[in-house]
């Protein structure tokens, strides 16, 4: 069976509202990305060199990366010998395969969140200004709520005007107490406060902003280190996660500032919003491949539930649901 078959099957056939927001949230990448494929595919008859060199070009430009799209069409020219390949509209198939192959590779990390059971789980998030930092604690506040959890907010990014009162009006929607000092303040004290805060209301979540622009790289890369010494003082093992927010907009910028941080904090997973607002969607993999980092959830649209889990099959999916959608049986 086909990869394609097998997804169609998957997707196609289910009542799975999430398979249809990844269908939703890449609309822009599929456009881009899939159309362009197509009509490689519609122009060549077979599959050669020439075919390869220009699927090359299709992959650097949806932002796969450079590395990461060399390492895939070398597995792709291999499998469409062993296969013995010849049309290439069967190589579309393996394209998406491949794809998902390549992102579940590097198993090492793990892709849920390190969620502690009965006990107060810290997570804290990183990433510059205008990100989408202080949307997505909010988003992830209402999604632990639903789930029946205690969840609070930790207003830790004291030095940009606004930010404290920006998560207040999150806080205030979700339904979640929001811990703060005035701005200006230092942040590692309002970690503390929060952390105590957390534990006597007995919270189960305790999610926590943090600046994203201080005076230079330095300064900032110093103050999370503060903020995160300051939390695993009072609770061993404690932030259980630091999740990285990057504006898949950006771009390569964005696998910049996943470098800078990565070299700086121990990130353990990426959060990837806009994925939505983007043509170049290829940055997943980008930032899987090269920097070994999970992306544990995509922004995939504006709504309280658009922030979703992410799952590699069906990222693959939104990439070529026309297609998949279309194929005879």
Excluded at 28 to 37: A, C, I
Excluded at 74 to 82: Q, Y
Excluded at 122 to 140: E, R, Y
Excluded at 226 to 239: H, L, T
Aim: glycine fraction near 6%; aromatic fraction near 6%; charge should be negative.
């Amino acid at each position: 069976m086909s990869f394609f078959k097998k997804l169609k099957e998957k997707f196609t056939t289910s009542t799975d509202s999430i398979s249809e927001k990844f269908k939703d949230g890449l609309a822009k990448t599929r456009d881009n990305f899939s159309e362009k494929v197509n009509d490689l595919v519609a122009r060549y008859r077979k599959v050669d060199e020439d075919f390869f060199e220009e699927l090359e070009e299709i992959l650097i430009q949806a932002d796969v990366g450079f590395d990461t799209v060399m390492q895939l069409v070398d597995e792709l020219k291999t499998e469409v010998k062993k296969r013995n390949i010849k049309d290439t509209a069967d190589v579309q198939s393996v394209i998406s395969e491949k794809l998902v192959e390549i992102y579940e590779a590097d198993d090492t990390s793990p892709t849920t969140l390190n969620i502690q059971e009965n006990e107060l789980t810290i997570i804290l998030f990183v990433g510059v200004n205008g990100v989408g930092k202080t949307t997505t604690i909010g988003k992830l506040a209402h999604k632990f709520k639903q789930e029946g959890k205690h969840v609070m907010l930790a207003a830790g990014d004291t030095f940009r005007a606004g930010a404290i009162e920006q998560l207040e009006v999150w806080g205030e929607r979700v339904g979640v107490d929001v811990i703060k000092q005035a701005e200006g303040s230092d942040p590692a004290a309002v970690m503390f406060d929060a952390v105590q805060a957390a534990k006597s209301r007995k919270a189960d979540i305790l999610l926590c902003d943090t600046a994203g622009r201080l005076q230079n790289k330095v300064n900032l890369m110093n103050e999370l280190e503060k903020v995160k010494r300051v939390i695993e003082r009072e609770v061993p093992g404690a932030p259980h996660e630091v999740l990285l927010v990057l504006d898949a907009t950006t771009g390569q910028n964005a696998l910049i500032q996943a470098k800078t941080f990565k070299d700086a904090t121990n990130v353990t997973g990426i959060v990837l919003s806009k994925l939505d607002g983007t043509a170049k969607g290829g940055i997943v993999l980008a930032i899987r491949n090269e920097l070994h980092i999970p992306v544990k959830f995509v922004g995939l649209g504006e709504k309280m539930d658009d922030l979703q889990e992410f799952d590699a099959e069906k990222y693959v999916y939104g990439l070529f649901s026309d297609t998949i959608e279309n194929m005879n049986e």
